[in-house]
């Protein structure tokens, strides 16, 4: 009967040594193991104690000797380290409150799991070393000592000299905030049939063409946010439109679709694929607004449709009444995104989405760890309507979701979609199928992307970006005229201003920590160019949970903190390279303060942003907005603190933008 124990606590202890190497690998297993090798740890664990009960009824009995005392200390504080984590610590992880930011996520697999066996040997080396020391005479109590001093000398130390890039909280978050994102997908109905009476099969303009186009019908709706939605942004005028009838694709371009007709001029990136992940079924990515401009074109010109554009080097004419393909009007993307809540809008009671309630991730694919309003009830999201849920990280197929009333796949989320319009501010007098403004340096996107939080995902939420701008989440809808469309031509007139030349050139950052710093000081290293830190008065707590807390709410006031030693003038600079953390998926708002602080017309400025996941976020629209007549030239998104290739990727940044 002891022989058959003693192998179950054996089988047990093995079992709970494995599953503790693969729960240490958090980054390799992924968000849903590893919550179910929690569990079977827990279990594990209860067995465990059940099967050593006998020890607990003879702590009390027998002489203590010196190893006696040491061995029941550690399992002691073995037990009340589980409950503590338990009970106090594992919630903020589980959902999220807290990061799991002290892990590479950028790191091999077996590598991971390599280096957590190894720190498994070196703890059981110790112990048994210590164990052995313990027996013999003369001191054995002094190697538990030893071990027991070191780690109270490296506490104190840590809170004496706080590093928190010692354990990857670096300077923000996308430093601190934002949660490392998962590889893993959900496994979905890739197809999925629209809402019945929704859905409109479209005759062909031309009898070759048959694209599966949904119609959707004029009619009249309240554009922009309500003065009450919650995260609304001042350039979301709420106005009544009128829009004509128009055809729209019911999911965002396909690679497959971009592949079969390649503008002409494209073809020399990636085997004409530009898209950073890569499958037919998957949504194109890393398009600029001409490069999408050009596609429409060319699917035009291979259906035998008329192209709706003419284009001149930067200048770009549209024929309103062209029967090809064409991107939406920021008009037509806003009314196709909310239908079945135009009526509704208009009293009032409308949801900031294409759902009667709020998204979360099993409706899009975006930063599911971040549903709306997350930011004011990070602590204690048992108040949201949505809940958070799976951060994919990446595009996924698309109608990989229900469509909306109008029978449209992933209006919000997956990629940004470009639209027409320059971006500026909603002409309230033009409300008859307006086309925007007349000129800009930034044109409008829509939708959010995979690696957005849920405040960005709102049907409202304006994005903007250069026509020149590329990213990994910025993708295309193409939408043609239902019928005979509408007499005249718009021109895309304005364009981004020149720089010029980058001999003169600051780097103005701003860090809470250190990530942000260190790869300043990397720039500054490679460049010589001059450094400014932007330090806000008063300065952010140094405490994570409160900064938290204050980031948040000078974001949702958009605040404006005071600058501390602000130069006179930027005059002597013909180049920013801007830096930051991604804060709750935008710029911290001392950056807003400095680049208000200046006139940034004519200048380039180069974006650098330390994050923990969501990259980007919105924060180059956050800056584009704010530094209008700028030039923002590509940017560089550094994992945390960059790690050992930090070098390798300034030095490629540098050489991108043409800095050498």
């Not at 694919?365 to 004011?376: A, D, K, S, T, V």
């Not at 469309?485 to 201003?497: E, H, K, L, M, Q």
Request: glycine share 10%.
């Amino acid at each position: 009967m002891k022989t058959r124990q003693g192998n179950t606590r054996r089988i047990i202890d093995i079992g709970m040594t494995v599953l503790l190497l693969l729960q240490m690998a958090y980054q390799v297993m992924g968000e849903a193991a590893h919550e179910w090798l929690g569990m079977a740890m827990t279990a594990l664990v209860i067995v465990h104690q059940i099967l050593n009960r006998r020890w607990y009824g003879a702590m009390l009995k027998g002489r203590y000797t010196a190893y006696r005392v040491a061995s029941t200390c550690v399992n002691v504080l073995l037990l009340a380290s589980f409950a503590l984590t338990a009970f106090c610590g594992m919630p903020n992880y589980l959902f999220f409150r807290v990061p799991f930011a002290f892990l590479d996520y950028e790191k091999a697999g077996a590598l991971v799991l390599l280096e957590n066996v190894a720190m498994l040997l070196f703890w059981a080396f110790v112990g048994c070393q210590a164990a052995l020391l313990c027996r013999k005479k003369g001191n054995p109590i002094m190697p538990v000592t030893l071990v027991l001093a070191a780690i109270v000398i490296g506490l104190v130390l840590n809170t004496i000299w706080p590093n928190r890039n010692n354990f990857g909280f670096g300077s923000g978050w996308g430093d601190a905030m934002e949660t490392p994102w998962q590889e893993a997908e959900s496994e979905r109905e890739a197809e999925q049939e629209p809402a019945v009476g929704s859905v409109q099969k479209t005759e062909s303009l031309s009898p070759s063409v048959d694209d599966g186009f949904v119609r959707v019908e004029g009619g009249v709706f309240q554009m922009g946010s309500p003065a009450d939605e919650n995260w609304r942004i001042d350039d979301e005028t709420q106005h009544e439109v009128t829009v004509a009838a128009f055809c729209i694709d019911p999911r965002e371009t396909t690679q497959a679709e971009w592949a079969a007709v390649i503008p002409k001029g494209l073809t020399s990136r990636r085997g004409g694929n530009p898209s950073t992940f890569v499958g037919d079924d998957l949504p194109v990515e890393n398009l600029s607004w001409l490069d999408a401009i050009l596609y429409a074109n060319a699917k035009s010109a291979a259906a035998g449709l008329t192209p709706a554009y003419v284009v001149d080097g930067d200048a770009v004419t549209w024929d309103r009444a062209a029967d090809g393909y064409r991107l939406p009007t920021e008009a037509e993307w806003e009314y196709a995104c909310p239908k079945g809540l135009a009526s509704r809008r208009r009293a009032g009671t409308a949801t900031p989405f294409n759902l009667e309630r709020s998204l979360d991730a099993d409706d899009a694919n975006f930063y599911g760890h971040y549903p709306y309003e997350i930011e004011e009830n990070y602590f204690d999201d048992s108040v949201l309507e949505a809940r958070p849920g799976e951060y994919r990280g990446k595009t996924v197929p698309v109608g990989s979701f229900a469509p909306n009333a109008w029978g449209l796949y992933d209006m919000h989320g997956n990629v940004n979609e470009w639209c027409w319009d320059w971006y500026g501010p909603y002409d309230l007098e033009n409300t008859d199928n307006p086309t925007g403004a007349e000129t800009g340096t930034r044109h409008v996107y829509r939708g959010g992307g995979w690696n957005d939080f849920g405040k960005n995902m709102r049907s409202a939420y304006r994005a903007a970006g250069q026509a020149d701008m590329k990213s990994y989440n910025l993708g295309v809808r193409l939408v043609r005229n239902a019928g005979a469309g509408i007499a005249g031509s718009v021109v895309a007139s304005g364009g981004i201003p020149s720089t010029s030349d980058d001999s003169r050139a600051l780097i103005a950052y701003f860090s809470w920590g250190s990530n942000t710093r260190g790869i300043a000081r990397e720039i500054q290293r490679q460049t010589g160019f001059d450094l400014f830190e932007i330090e806000p008065i008063p300065a952010y707590s140094d405490d994570y949970d409160t900064v938290l807390v204050e980031a948040q709410r000078d974001q949702h006031a958009q605040a404006r903190p005071e600058i501390a030693g602000l130069p006179e003038n930027l005059d002597v600079y013909d180049t920013i390279l801007l830096g930051y953390p991604n804060w709750w998926a935008s710029i911290p708002m001392p950056i807003a303060s400095f680049l208000e602080a200046f006139d940034f017309s004519g200048k380039r400025i180069l974006p650098f942003c330390s994050h923990g996941g969501g990259r980007f976020g919105q924060s180059l629209t956050a800056i584009a907005k704010l530094a209008p007549q700028s030039n923002l030239g590509q940017g560089l998104s550094i994992h945390y603190s960059g790690g050992s290739t930090l070098s390798e990727d300034v030095a490629a940044w540098l050489e991108e933008n043409g800095i050498y």
